[in-house]
T-cell receptor
Framework: LAKTTQPISMDSYEGQEVNITCSHN???????ITWYQQFPSQGPRFIIQ???TKVTNEVASLFIPADRKSSTLSLPRVSLSDTAVYYC??????????????FGKGTKLSVIP | DTGVSQDPRHKITKRGQNVTFRCDPI?????LYWYRQTLGQGPEFLTY????????KSRLLSDRFSAERPKGSFSTLEIQRTEQGDSAMYLC?????????????FGPGTRLTVL
């Protein structure tokens, strides 16, 4: 599994767009990039998944450059309720194995009023 | 609420006691996972079930840990002779085979404190 590196923490004011970048230099051809969000005392929650270029859903956008060695999670107009830890994960869809998730330490986002 | 429930939400026990946690996954999800999370760290994989079969176990799962999923429905995780190092949040997750392969639905967790 490719190792991921992301900032330990970030601060943002309410209403701003937040971009969290994750590095995964050793990403393999079959690897997808997935982001999870975790609030205190809750389990992680799936946000978005992508392979290349840009993916957008109702919650966030995921930007993946052509070399796929990094990815950026973009949260538009954050609110106080977006304060959470955000995890970047990479893994492959090989059809074998358990698809267990491998989490790093994540990025703790603090949204300031 | 993801549809995955865990019971109890909190458990305080004395060192050496046995504890058992329960997870009820989303009903149509055939894959079930247990993770452990300590303070400041991301969740770590413990074990995985496909239906009632336990197919993978992490080296973190010592002999004092056992997990079951009878009839492929709910699952239990038992820790025997608890140690203070077992204090953590124990998370259960499930996914459907046909879903996005990295999309798992997590329960709220059981927070274990071993005194």
């Amino acid at each position: 599994l490719a190792k991921t590196t992301q900032p330990i923490s970030m601060d943002s004011y309410e209403g701003q767009e937040v971009n969290i970048t994750c590095s995964h230099n050793n990403i393999a051809t079959n690897d997808y990039i997935t982001w999870y969000q975790q609030f205190p005392s809750q389990g992680p929650r799936f946000i978005i998944q992508g392979y290349k270029t840009k993916v957008t859903n109702e919650v966030a956008s995921l930007f993946i450059p052509a070399d796929r060695k990094s990815s950026t999670l973009s949260l538009p107009r954050v609110s106080l309720s977006d304060t959470a830890v955000y995890y970047c994960l990479v893994g492959d869809d090989s059809g074998a194995g358990s698809y267990q998730l491998t989490f790093g330490k994540g990025t703790k986002l603090s949204v300031i009023p | 609420d993801t549809g995955v429930s865990q019971d109890p939400r909190h458990k305080i026990t004395k060192r050496g006691q046995n504890v058992t946690f329960r997870c009820d996954p989303i009903s149509e999800h055939n894959r079930l996972y247990w993770y452990r999370q300590t303070l400041g760290q991301g969740p770590e994989f413990l074990t995985y079930f496909q239906n009632e079969a336990q197919l993978e176990k992490s080296r973190l799962l010592s002999d004092r840990f056992s997990a079951e999923r009878p009839k492929g429905s709910f699952s239990t995780l038992e820790i025997q002779r608890t140690e203070q190092g077992d204090s953590a949040m124990y998370l259960c997750a499930s996914r459907v085979r046909e879903g996005l392969f990295n999309e798992q639905f997590f329960g709220p967790g059981t927070r274990l404190t071993v005194l």
